[in-house]
């Protein structure tokens, strides 16, 4: 197995066991033991649980940040950034369900400099749905409510998503993808 493809496997099943355990309660000897190789071999791969963590984190954070500058800078109207932002959020879901519920629930163990790099990403991510609520309002594509109430209730649905659909196995994306951006933009009446 080539060393790059052997790391992927180290941090997915990292990821997995973050998710199941915590990461406090996590040590390179289960990650080993998960893979079923010796713990040593893990040092020839990554230097410390906490790089590990890392490169869950710092990447998934990343993406959000990226692609919400994309979403920022397009000519689309708010309702279709807000349907971008939600698609994101889906998509992300689906994909790594494990790293998610690593950046949402284990992020406070980063190191100093990372740390301070991911609340930066994050602050510019919430930020930037903020505008795109803010004009939204402003232009009449969305009702006149309390932002921080909007923000909130999209928020804390897609930012735990990851804790539903880790339970709904085989649950069609597609689906959750229309349903979920119906319900969210135009509610259920």
Do not use: P
Not at 22 to 41: E, F, L, N, P
Request: glycine residues 4%; negative net charge; aromatic residues 8%.
């Amino acid at each position: 197995m080539k060393s790059q493809d052997r790391k992927k496997e180290i941090i997915a099943i990292a990821a997995k066991l973050f998710k199941e355990k915590g990461y406090s309660a996590v040590t390179m000897r289960d990650i080993a033991q998960a893979m079923d190789i010796k713990a040593a071999s893990l040092y020839n791969h990554i230097r410390s649980k906490q790089e590990i963590l890392v490169l869950i984190i710092i990447e998934i954070a990343e993406e959000f940040t990226s692609v919400m500058n994309e979403i920022m800078l397009s000519n689309e109207t708010c309702i279709q950034k807000i349907e971008k932002v939600i698609q994101l959020h889906i998509d992300i879901t689906v994909r790594d369900t494990d790293a998610l519920a690593s950046l949402n629930s284990d992020w406070m163990h980063l190191a100093d400099d990372e740390l301070a790099y991911f609340i930066k990403m994050r602050e510019e991510y919430e930020e930037n749905f903020r505008k795109i609520i803010v004009k939204g309002i402003a232009d009449g594509e969305l009702k006149d409510l309390n932002t921080e109430v909007i923000i909130f209730s999209l928020h804390s649905t897609l930012r735990t998503l990851y804790l539903w659909y880790g339970r709904k196995k085989g649950f069609n994306a597609a689906v959750l993808k229309s349903n979920m951006t119906q319900v969210l933009l135009h509610g259920i009446v």
